[in-house]
């Protein structure tokens, strides 16, 4: 006998009843698991049973049995009532912002530190969470960002951009490092001076990145010219791989330079100390304003505010 899509023909309320008499035995007892009298279970039993048009359940002296047909509905009501319960799990996890999707990019710097510490921090108590990181430099975060593409970025405003679509939030400035091969003749020297490193080779993201122009702007400082043997790569894959074949400088962020000179990662690099500081503008906490960010984007946020304010030299 075929009977009509009980999805569809039921409330959950109706399969809940069936289950709840399937359990018990009783309607009695099924009733008031429903929170309903007995007489209105029974009204509604009736009327499930005028629908499907079929006895799901038999009255025996051991109780309710459910019928064949009975016992088919039964296994969807069942199937039926998990997705529901499972929905409902998930919509309260994703309004506490445990679970969900989140989009965020970042410059390297804090993507090697911050952001990776956030994540953690979010994952530790919400695993379900789906987070995807992009590191990419400012503009082609921005970019993304901009389009929708992306609910959080850690990157520099440019100008081309119209800083009044996103809501910002200044961080920090990234300090930058000379990195070099473990055993490099210039680790030899304390500190080392941008006169010495002038004749190596160099290893530098594209002109127009902003290490890559406070590095220029540092040998401008003190009046020598910029270093000429340069290969030029976005990749810190490649930079890794050149660095540790030759003796090439590379200008790296100091999160970075620090992941790679310690444990756990300590990959065979030694940092170059300077006599002056070489900084670099501060990057932004940004998002799209027109954008409402999900409980879980905005959980991500928090943590990183909260993480960067620990931060030495902060605020």
């Not at 109706?14 to 008499?21: A, F, N, S, V, Y």
């Not at 009501?77 to 445990?98: C, P, V, W």
Request: charged letters at 20%; hydrophobic letters at 40%.
């Amino acid at each position: 006998m075929s009977y009509p899509n009980t999805h569809s023909l039921l409330k959950p309320v109706q399969l809940r009843l069936i289950q709840e008499i399937a359990q018990h035995g009783q309607l009695q007892m099924a009733s008031e698991a429903c929170g309903m009298t007995q007489p209105a279970a029974s009204r509604m039993l009736a009327g499930i049973e005028q629908k499907i048009g079929a006895r799901l359940f038999l009255r025996q002296p051991k109780g309710m049995e459910p019928t064949e047909i009975g016992l088919s509905v039964l296994r969807r009501a069942q199937a039926i009532l998990r997705e529901y319960g499972s929905m409902a799990s998930d919509i309260r996890e994703m309004k506490g912002g445990e679970a969900g999707s989140v989009r965020i990019g970042a410059v390297t710097g804090p993507a090697v530190d911050i952001v990776v510490s956030a994540i953690r921090e979010v994952k530790a108590t919400s695993p379900k969470a789906e987070i995807t990181v992009d590191v990419q430099p400012s503009r082609e975060l921005l970019t993304y960002l901009a389009a929708g593409e992306m609910d959080l970025a850690l990157a520099r405003i440019l100008p081309e951009f119209d800083s009044k679509d996103f809501n910002i939030r200044e961080m920090s400035g990234e300090r930058v490092r000379f990195l070099v091969r473990a055993g490099h003749p210039m680790t030899r020297h304390d500190p080392v001076t941008l006169t010495q490193l002038l004749e190596y080779e160099w290893i530098m993201q594209t002109r127009g990145a902003p290490i890559r122009e406070a590095t220029l702007a540092a040998f401008a400082g003190v009046g020598i010219p910029e270093p000429t043997r340069v290969v030029n790569s976005a990749s810190l894959l490649f930079t890794i791989a050149y660095l540790s074949n030759s003796d090439a400088v590379s200008p790296l962020s100091e999160e970075l330079a620090r992941m790679l000179t310690h444990p756990p990662i300590n990959a065979g690099f030694s940092v170059l100390r300077t006599p002056h500081d070489i900084r670099v503008s501060p990057y932004y906490l940004l998002s799209l304003r027109r954008r409402v960010l999900t409980p879980l984007a905005q959980r991500l946020q928090s943590t990183i505010i909260r993480l960067s304010d620990k931060r030495p030299g902060s605020g």
